[in-house]
């Protein structure tokens, strides 16, 4: 973080947050660890349930904790914030499942705290990705994942809210809409500042919904996987600039 040379608040505060409140299981003894253990990488048969773990390229020595903190990050939350293990899972459930197989107990505080370090990695990873749009704008994915480091670094914060319980009053103050019952919701603004007609946000959702319902569907028949996937990147950057035009 200190090599990119950046200020970004936000990040400052988490890393002062969780130095100051640093787990005792730091200290546990080490493990295997996946290091990108989340549902992207998790393969489940509906008959036989978990079948595979995909992308063992980072795997390291580590605490046992990095994994399961990791997996509980908001933005693999994919806006299900009352389901925080994935998105699929709520926390009680995944403990004492975790428990009840390996026999280990969690200390709930310490997973929190490595969740916390999880969201703070992935808004560096997100940053660090930015930092190499800007040097070449070609590689639009990058961009694409740059663009997430504020909503990384909200949610960084949200959980050190959560953490202090003050996260209710974070939300119905108005500073983020999120729904604690169920998903995080976009905003709806109107188009009453943009004076061109068609809006230029609804020009943008247009093209964004061709990307995905017309190109991804006719590259993936032709058996381009990279185009499709591509389509999908460029599809996802317009879905940002609707959001930045509502705004």
Not at 56 to 62: D, F, N, S
Not at 80 to 98: E, K, M
Not at 119 to 128: D, E, H, N, S, V
Not at 220 to 241: C, F, H, K, T
Request: with cysteine; net charge negative; hydrophobic share 45%.
């Amino acid at each position: 973080y200190d090599d990119l040379g950046v200020c970004r608040p936000p990040l400052d505060y988490t890393l002062v947050w969780l130095e100051a409140h640093a787990s005792p299981a730091i200290e546990e003894s080490h493990v295997v660890v996946h290091g990108d253990f989340r549902t992207g990488n998790i393969v489940v048969h509906p008959v036989k349930g978990l079948v595979g773990v995909l992308d063992w390229e980072i795997a390291h020595l580590g605490n046992r904790y990095e994994d399961l903190g990791w997996i509980c990050i908001p933005s693999w939350r994919f806006g299900s914030w009352n389901h925080p293990v994935g998105g699929i899972a709520d926390l009680d459930s995944f403990c004492s499942a975790y428990e009840h197989h390996s026999g280990r107990q969690l200390d709930r505080a310490a997973l929190r705290w490595w969740t916390l370090l999880g969201q703070f990695k992935w808004a560096l990873l997100c940053l660090q990705m930015g930092r190499g749009f800007s040097d070449n704008v070609n590689r639009l994915e990058h961009g694409v994942v740059g663009r997430r480091t504020s909503e990384a670094e909200l949610d960084s914060l949200l959980l050190i809210a959560e953490a202090t319980g003050g996260i209710e009053q974070v939300v119905r103050g108005g500073c983020v809409s999120l729904d604690l019952n169920g998903s995080a919701d976009i905003m709806s603004t109107s188009n009453e500042c943009d004076a061109m007609f068609p809006a230029n946000a609804v020009m943008v959702d247009s093209v964004q919904q061709h990307l995905r319902r017309e190109v991804v569907t006719a590259l993936s028949r032709a058996g381009d996987a990279r185009g499709a996937y591509m389509a999908r990147v460029a599809a996802n950057a317009l879905g940002i600039v609707s959001r930045s035009l509502r705004m």
